[in-house]
Every structure is written in C-alpha cells, then in structure tokens.
C-alpha cells in the first residue's frame, strides 16, 4: 500500500530495457548501449546538425512529385506550380509520418506523411495580397497526407519514381463520413444532405497507426480556414466559439473564393472536419474516411495499441490550453494481421466503441470518465440531442462529466514493451491568469512556458481500464535556471522546451521533438535552448540528450524508424517561419540554399542515419 508510484513507473521500464539488452546480445547484433552518441550542442545555426557519427539527407522537400505515373511536375523555384500540380506534389509544413514496409527486406517502404498548414507568402509567386480562387485550390491541395514509395540504394534511400502507391490526399479529396455521427443533422449541407460525405482534410498534424495497418491523420486547427465578413461573429452559437470558429477570425479567406468556408452560408461544413480519418496507404484507390465515434476537436494523435481483450484502444489529444485528453476502445476485437484480408476485416472496428475522457487527480490516480449520451449527465437538458451531438461537440461533454483541463496536449506515445503512456504538454501560458483554471496536480506550472511530459499506466496494465496510476515524466525547462517554474529538476537531462512530437522505437527509446514558437526561439528564458531540436529520452532513468537541431525557425515534428532501428525519419517543419525584423523574409535558407532571402525555404523529410549503420540512438 505505501510504495513508491514512481520507483513502480520506473521499475517496469527499466525490466523492459534489461529485457531488451538480452536480447540484442543474444542476436548478436549492434551495441544495445542506449544513448551512446555525443549530445549536440544547443545551436541557432541555419542547418540541420546531428551527432559525430551520424548522417542526415534531405529527402521529399515540399514541392517534390509524389510519384503518380504521368503527374510528376518539377517544384518551380518562383512557386509557379499551379493548384494542379500542388495536388501531385510533396505538401507544405511536413508533420506526423510513418513508414510502412514493402516485403520483408526492411529496404523499401512507404513512408506516409502529413501535411499541417501552408505558408501562403512562400506558396504563391505574389503571395496573398490578393486572394484568387486559384490560390484557394493551390492552398487546400498544400494540405493532407503524402503516400510516397521509398527504397535504400548504395547511396541512400531515394524516392520510387513513378510508384503505383504514389498519392496526395488533400483539402479537396473526396472522402467518407462514417460512425454514429455520420448523416446526423449537424453533418448534413446543402451539397451532401445526407451527411456522409465531404471534400478534404486539412490542418494535419498528429497521427496513429492502426495494428491492422492502416494510416490515421488528425485534423488539428481546421477551424483557421472557416470564415466569413466579421459582423456576423456576433451570432455565431457557443459551441463553434468553443471549437474558434468564428467568422473575422479566420487565418485564410477561402471563405470568399469557395462558399462552403462561410461559416454564415454553411455553418455545418466545420462540423465535418476536426476528425481522425483513416487511410489505407496499400490502396491509393481505396476512399479516406472520417471516424467520428473518435470525437471532434483540435486532433492531436490517435496513438493506437491494443486492450488484454483483444480491443483497440486510441489515445488523442486536445491541442488548445485547458482542452483534454481522450481514449476510445473499439467494442469489437481485432482481427490480427495487416495484410489485405485484416484491413479489410477490420474495416468498421473504429466507427463503434466507447469514447472517454480523462481525469488526474491528486496523489497520481486517474479516471477514464465516459463521453456518452444518458450517462453522467450528458443529456438533452445538458444539450446534447442525440450521441451524435456528443461526439461533434465532445469538448462540451468533457465539460459536463469533468475532465482534466491541460496544459495543451500534443502528441502520445505508447511505450512498446511496459504499455505505459507518455503526452506531451507543450505549454501554457495562461494557467496563472484570473478567470482561467488554476494549477493543479497534473498542471503545476502557474506560468508553463516550457511545457513538459506526463505519463500514465493503466490499472492491470490493461489499456481497456477506467483508472490508472500517472506522474511525470519531465517537467521541461533548463537546469541552469533557478525558478521552480523554468528549472529543469535534474542534472541528467539537456535543457528544452515546449515537446511536442513523441515517438517510441520498437527499442524503447523515446523521441522527444520541440515546437518553441518562433517569435520565442533564442530569447529571454529560451536563449539557451537554441533551435528547435529532438531529444532521446531513456525512460528507465530519465536521462535525456539532445540529438538533433533544426535550421531556422523551424519546428522539428514527426518520427518514425524502420523496422531494423538503422533509420529514422524526421520532419523539418517552417524552416525560416521566423521573419527578420522590418525585412519581411525568411529565416532561413534551409534546404536549398544558404543565404536567407535568396531561395524558398522548404519543409522536408531528412533521413538520419550511423555512418557504421548501427542502431540509431544507441
Ligand atoms: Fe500541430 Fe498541436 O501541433
Ligand atoms: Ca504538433
Ligand atoms: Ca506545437
Ligand atoms: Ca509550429
């Protein structure tokens, strides 16, 4: 009854690495040390800087062809492509990823990325003085998911061109509305009365795998994109305020050029997207399709594993300050496998579960609290209609049964051998304000502008339980600071801020990836952090260093590694976000070029890899 939670947390980690070093040894393969490369040095240099030893190659710069046989227009330098040619081409701000193997070589695969949001100065040759329906088009079709086939050569691993797995899913897409909301009335417009089907996903951040194989991409600020003339913001109803959807705050005035972003016109389009939406990457013919037994919000992750029962259970985050964390359990099992015959048995698992949302409380114990209609108070008097009401508006049924309200949660990640859970809080700046939720155990920073990682571990070890045991894992910051509120607590980890991307390698090794926002980067309390950067993190001891730095400006987000741990993709999102003072231009000249102003910065997917091929991060 009185031992340590935390020395519990740890001691399963650390068995799982014990485990692991055994069995490297036993395959006699490479050194299973864990974070035996040298720590980068925090730097605001404009490149991509990895450990001595280590190798990075840009592949797929926004722009590039996807692949589709007989689609493959060159990137044009002055940002020329038309919206056509954007919609068979790499997207803007590259962001979650994951490969997929072909065969069982290990060395070709498809690696499957989204794309979040655009730069419109970059993306059009005028930039968007002047909005055109053209740039409306070129704009959506920057956004969504890329399917691109890859293989290792000699010389590295380059881009299958052209691939017959080679497609662009993007804001014009057609695609499928399908689970308990799917036709509800709040799905149904005037171009689809029958609620089920819509053009496009957008605002793609996070991700998730399924088990059967399948891609899951979140839709995370899709509410910037919907819009209208500002004097209607008055009439606008609370539930769209909640989810900021709200016209004269739009962030791109598609609204004018395509009218179902008028929120005045067509005030249910918005209520189709804030969804996971799966994708069969084996099938480029096979139609997207929009989970709405998942819930609606400003998706981050969709973290997949699987409950002792045999279920699969989701994890998903709520990125705005104060929004929640959400865990949904399929009602049917899994049937095992990832091949054709799998994908397709498990072709409905998402659309029918139990939605949850969960509660820390004091002394690290948590509750899982169900999201359903006529329970816990979520009723027709609370306003929801129907379960469908519940599921579009899940933020205001987290509200009614009491939900944890966060420190803005990105991504999660399930550790692959103790099935503890990791989610970043990136940060939160308003948590000390008055009128805003004060701190408390799970939030104990008044003023969080470092952010950090908290953790959980499901009563039974069973991902299907209602309760668990959390703590945390990091408190971000620097160790050379001295306030409770910025001092990273221990010695043994470099300093950072702001996690955001969360990956575990089947190894156990946790990447930790940073999104310090650009106005902050290299200033006040962040001067020492440098760029934006990704760091490894050994659970079992809590030692973190940082492998990785970014160019300017940039964020660094998404990560995945190849099966056999020899590679691992990273995503350099908005080199160059960051304007020079009165200038107006880029930060950065990243991966083209060296003087900032002189070429486009592009996001990109770089390959990172040992120069003596062993296992990266080790
Ligand atoms: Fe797109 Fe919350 O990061
Ligand atoms: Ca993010
Ligand atoms: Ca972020
Ligand atoms: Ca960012």
């Not at 519990?8 to 014990?18: D, E, M, N, W």
């Not at 045991?469 to 950072?496: C, I, N, Q, V």
């Not at 702001?498 to 156990?508: A, C, E, I, T, Y």
């Amino acid at each position: 009854m009185t031992f340590d939670r935390r020395q519990f947390l740890q001691s399963g980690a650390a068995a799982v690495v014990a485990l692991l070093g055994q069995g490297c040894a036993l395959s006699g393969s490479a050194s299973s040390s864990v974070l035996g490369f040298t720590s980068v040095p925090a730097t605001l240099r404009d490149a991509v800087t990895v450990p001595r030893g280590y190798v990075a190659q840009v592949l797929y710069p926004w722009g590039s062809p996807t692949g589709v046989a007989g689609a493959m227009p060159a990137f044009a330098r002055d940002a020329s492509n038309s919206a056509a040619e954007q919609a068979v081409q790499a997207g803007m701000h590259h962001d979650g990823m994951h490969f997929f193997p072909l065969g069982s070589s290990g060395d070709r695969g498809l690696l499957v990325m989204n794309h979040e949001y655009t730069d419109e100065q970059l993306l059009h040759t005028d930039g968007v003085t002047q909005w055109t329906a053209e740039k409306v088009r070129k704009s959506l079709h920057a956004m969504g998911v890329s399917v691109i086939e890859i293989e290792r050569r000699p010389e590295g691993w380059r881009q299958v061109l052209p691939s017959p797995y080679a497609r662009r899913v993007h804001g014009n897409t057609a695609m499928r509305i399908a689970g308990p909301a799917a036709g509800s009335p709040r799905l149904r417009t005037a171009a689809n009365p029958t609620g089920d089907q819509v053009f496009g996903t957008f605002a793609n951040c996070a991700i998730g795998v399924t088990p059967w194989g399948t891609y899951l991409t979140c839709e995370e600020n899709f509410h910037g994109y919907f819009g209208g003339p500002k004097e209607a913001a008055a009439r606008i109803d609370a539930a769209q305020r909640r989810y900021g959807i709200v016209p004269g705050s739009q962030w791109a005035e598609y609204w004018r050029f395509d009218e179902r972003f008028d929120i005045t016109k067509h005030p249910n389009e918005s209520n189709r997207f804030g969804w996971v939406v799966e994708i069969d990457p084996f099938d480029p013919t096979a139609a997207p399709v929009k989970r709405t037994a998942l819930g609606r919000k400003r998706q981050e992750s969709a973290t997949c594993t699987t409950t002792k029962g045999g279920r699969v259970a989701v994890y998903m985050g709520d990125d705005a300050r104060f929004e929640y964390i959400y865990k949904f359990v399929s009602r049917e099992k899994i049937r095992q496998g990832t091949d054709a015959a799998s994908r397709a048995a498990n072709r409905t698992l998402l659309d029918d579960g139990t939605l949850y949302v969960a509660r820390y409380d004091e002394g690290g114990r948590g509750r899982w609290l169900e999201l359903a209609h006529g329970k816990n108070g979520i009723d027709a008097a609370a306003g929801f209609a129907s379960p469908a009401d519940v599921l579009v508006h899940a933020r205001l049924a987290g509200d009614v049964v009491g939900g944890t309200k966060m420190d803005r949660p990105e991504w999660i990640a399930v550790h692959p051998q103790s099935g503890e859970v990791y989610v970043t809080l990136t940060n939160n700046s308003q948590r000390g304000t008055p009128s805003r939720p004060p701190v408390d155990a799970a939030n104990p920073r008044a003023v969080n502008i470092f952010g950090g990682i908290l953790r959980w571990r499901e009563d039974g070890n069973d991902a299907g339980a209602t309760s668990f045991d959390w703590d945390h894992f990091a408190l971000a910051g620097d160790p050379a600071l001295h306030d409770a509120e910025t001092r990273y607590p221990s010695k043994d980890a470099d300093a950072f801020g702001s996690p955001d991307g969360l990956h575990f390698d089947s190894g156990g090794l946790l990447w930790i990836q940073t999104d310090i926002s650009g106005q902050d980067i290299g200033k006040g309390a962040m001067t020492a952090l440098g760029n934006n950067q990704m760091l490894c993190a050994d659970v079992a001891t809590g030692r973190i260093k940082r492998f990785l730095v970014g160019p300017n400006g940039c964020e660094i987000t998404g990560c995945t590694s190849t099966p056999d741990r020899r590679t691992l993709f990273v995503n350099i999102q908005h080199p160059g976000e960051r304007r020079d003072d009165g200038t107006g231009e880029p930060s950065s000249a990243w991966p083209d070029g060296t003087v900032p102003g002189t070429v486009r910065p592009r996001s990109a997917t770089v390959v990172v890899q040992r120069v003596d091929g062993g296992f990266v991060g080790t």
